[in-house]
């Protein structure tokens, strides 16, 4: 079945420092790629999506680029602050309306 | 624009009891997903409903109903609550294509707690 797997975190790191979350996925078929994320006591948020191979999402500073050959979608972000602190779930979903699939999520701390 | 609600933030029940928990969607979508997170793990998919009817459903036993109003809105029923259903359950809602992406909006959350 289609499925979803991410780097364990937390992950910490410094302001302005290079941020790569991993996320890998299994699936039939060519689903939408997306990455989630959710800021203390808030529900999920779309942070960025890719619908088709080599499409690259980006928003606010944040990019991935959907790999079919390797089946990835890692998340990128050049110089994180501490206002990116939390949690980034990747998920995916094949086109049509069907189920969103997450991961389990990785925790994002950055320190001042 | 309101986005999407969900009541009631925090409730606390006991084993055995019954749940119901609310979502209205965004203005102008059609479907509604929910989900249970546990604490530290990723949303897991309970069911979602279009055109008033359960299209899709997870791995969740019969205690888990919901239902689909004429106006979008939505509501989760679990019966017969065990411990193991406290968590955050989340409401997403979404507007049904047949192509693209399919983008969900997610509201903040019922935390049911059972003790």
């Known amino acids: 079945g289609n499925s979803v797997t991410q780097m364990e975190g937390p992950v910490t790191l410094s302001e302005e420092a290079f941020l790569t979350i991993n996320c890998t996925y299994t699936?039939?078929?060519?689903?939408?790629l997306f990455w989630y994320v959710q800021y203390p006591g808030e529900g999920l948020q779309l942070l960025l999506k890719?619908?088709?191979?080599?499409d690259k999402g980006s928003n606010k500073g944040f990019e991935a680029t959907y790999r079919k050959e390797t089946t990835s979608f890692h998340l990128e972000k050049g110089s994180v602050q501490v206002s990116d602190s939390a949690v980034y779930f990747c998920?995916?979903?094949?086109?049509?309306?069907?189920?969103?699939?997450f991961g389990a999520g990785t925790r994002l701390f950055v320190k001042a | 624009d309101a986005g999407v609600t969900q009541s009631p933030t925090h409730l606390i029940k006991t084993r055995g009891q019954q749940v119901t928990l609310r979502c209205s969607p965004k203005?102008?979508?059609?479907?509604v997903s929910w989900y249970q997170q546990a604490l530290g793990q990723g949303p897991q998919f309970i069911f979602q409903?279009?055109?008033?009817?359960?299209?899709q459903r997870g791995n969740f036993p019969d205690r888990f109903s919901g239902h689909q109003f004429p106006n979008y809105s939505s509501e989760l029923n679990v019966n017969a609550l065990l411990l193991g259903d406290s968590a955050l359950y989340l409401c997403?809602?979404?507007?049904?294509?047949?192509?693209?992406?399919?983008?969900?909006?997610f509201g903040a959350g019922s935390r049911l707690t059972v003790l």
């Open positions: 890719a619908t088709k191979a080599d």
């Open positions: 409903y279009y055109e008033e009817e359960e299209r």
């Open positions: 203005s102008g979508h059609d479907t």
């Open positions: 998920a995916l979903s094949r086109t049509g309306g069907f189920k969103t699939i």
């Open positions: 699936a039939t078929g060519y689903p939408s």
């Open positions: 997403a809602s979404s507007l049904r294509t047949g192509t693209g992406a399919n983008v969900l909006t």
